[in-house]
């Protein structure tokens, strides 16, 4: 509570200063502008690309809401199984 009280009388709000965010290996906004280029791309390019590993990028996808599937094979799902 003491905190609160200095913090308002040094500069006259409460609020806490925004917090500064680093990234380990994947800048957010650099995947998404490889993304919008290279929408194909395969996990294990985009990770070369950035010289980082494959999980990494999975996770940072995720965090972005980014889904990465990709189409089946049409034609191998209309052949009868015998």
Do not use: Q
């Not at 003491?2 to 957010?28: A, C, L, M, Q, S």
């Amino acid at each position: 509570m003491k905190t609160w009280i200095r913090k308002y009388n040094e500069t006259g709000e409460i609020k806490d200063k925004p917090i500064k965010r680093t990234f380990k290996k994947v800048d957010p906004v650099k995947l998404e502008a490889y993304i919008a280029e290279h929408p194909d791309a395969y996990l294990s390019e985009i990770a070369e690309h950035f010289a980082c590993s494959d999980e990494a990028i999975r996770k940072s996808l995720e965090r972005l809401k980014i889904a990465r599937k990709k189409r089946r094979n049409v034609l191998g799902s209309r052949i009868p199984i015998k």
